[in-house]
C-alpha cells in the first residue's frame, strides 16, 4: 500500500514544492498558536525557533483524526538578519522596514522539519517522531525605495518569513542562494527524503504516478 503523507501547513508554495516534485500529499492546518509556543518555550535562535514550530505543527496535526495512517510533515521558517531573527511581518509598516534593512545585505533562512508516522504498527508504522533542520544563505540586491514599496503593495511579504519569496515576484531581488534553495521555499526535499527513510520509506513510493499525453498528429 502506498503511505500516505500529510503536510502540516497552509502554505501554498510548499504544497506547490511537493506536487511538482511530483510527491502525492493531502494538506491538514494546524490551530497553533506560533506566538505562544515561543513564549512558552523562551526560544531565541532563529535555527531553535523553526524546528520548535515545526514540531507543534506537526504533532498537532498528527493528532487529528483525518491524519491517522499517515506520515506527518510540519515545517516552519524562520530568517536571520544580522543576528535578528525575523518571522512574518503581518502588516506593511515592518515589511517595509525589514525589505530595506535587507537590500544590498545577505541572511540565512532557516526552515525546521519534523515528520510524525501515525501508521498503525501492523501495517508498517514505526511511531516515529523527529526532525531535521536546513538553511540557505540568501543574498539581496540593492532596492530603490519604489521597487519595496511596489512589492509590499502586493501582499506577498506579509505572510513570508523574512518578507520576501524566491518562488515569485520577490526572485527578481533575489541575486543568488547559497545552500539548500527548497528550503528558502519553506520545504527542503532532501531532508524530507531523509526523515522518510527514518521510517522505512522512500520519497520514491510517495510518488504520483507520470501523467500521460496523447500523441496527436505532427
Known amino acids: 500500500m502506498t503511505p500516505r503523507l500529510v503536510l502540516a501547513s497552509r502554505s501554498p508554495a510548499r504544497t506547490k514544492l511537493l506536487s511538482d516534485a511530483g510527491i502525492g500529499h493531502d494538506r491538514l492546518v494546524s490551530a497553533v498558536d506560533e506566538d505562544a509556543v515561543v513564549r512558552e518555550h523562551g526560544t531565541t535562535g532563529a535555527e531553535e525557533t523553526a524546528m520548535l514550530l515545526a514540531r507543534a505543527k506537526a504533532e498537532a496535526v498528527a493528532a487529528l ?7 506527518v510533515i ?30 544590498g545585505r545577505s541572511g540565512v533562512l532557516h526552515t525546521g522539519h519534523w515528520l510524525v508516522d501515525t501508521r498503525d504498527p501492523a501495517a508498517g508504522g514505526t511511531g516515529f517522531s523527529g526532525g531535521a533542520p536546513a538553511a540557505a544563505e540568501v543574498f539581496f540586491a540593492q532596492m530603490s525605495d519604489d ?46 527524503r531523509t526523515l522518510l527513510a527514518r521510517t522505512g520509506v522512500g520519497i520514491h513510493q510517495l510518488w504520483s504516478p507520470p501523467q500521460r499525453t496523447a500523441a496527436g498528429p505532427l
Open 74 to 103: 510540519g515545517c516552519d521558517s524562520v530568517f536571520e538578519l544580522g543576528g535578528e531573527v525575523h518571522g512574518k511581518p503581518l502588516d506593511a509598516a515592518t515589511a517595509t522596514a525589514r525589505i530595506r534593512a535587507m537590500r
Open 65 to 71: 483524526p483525518e491524519a491517522q495512517d499517515a506520515l
Open 147 to 192: 521597487e519595496v514599496a511596489a512589492y509590499v503593495a502586493t501582499g506577498e511579504p506579509l505572510e513570508v518569513a523574512g518578507s520576501f519569496t524566491i518562488d515569485s515576484r520577490g526572485a527578481a531581488f533575489v541575486e543568488r542562494v547559497e545552500g539548500d534553495v527548497h528550503a528558502v521555499v519553506g520545504l527542503s526535499l532532501s531532508t524530507l
